[in-house]
């Protein structure tokens, strides 16, 4: 991320810096609010309900491994 950076600090003006580093995370900025209802629409539309509560499962498992496996 230090190299997108640096490159938005070379290719802006120095006035207009604020406005290259918004540009640099609109995209992902979109994705993330849109690719979740998209996701859903999909998952609705296929049929294929049961994913969320495996997910959810899986998370839950990920968060007990992190909490038991890791050590500060």
Do not use: C, H, W
């Not at 209802?37 to 007990?64: E, N």
């Amino acid at each position: 991320m230090a190299a997108r950076s640096s490159i938005i600090a070379n290719l802006t003006p120095r006035g207009q810096r604020g406005v290259g580093y918004s540009l640099l995370f609109l995209p992902g900025s979109l994705m993330g609010a849109v690719s979740p209802i998209l996701a859903a629409t999909l998952i609705d539309s296929y049929g294929i309900a049961t994913l969320f509560p495996a997910s959810i499962l899986i998370m839950m498992v990920s968060v007990v491994v992190l909490v038991l496996g890791v050590k500060e």
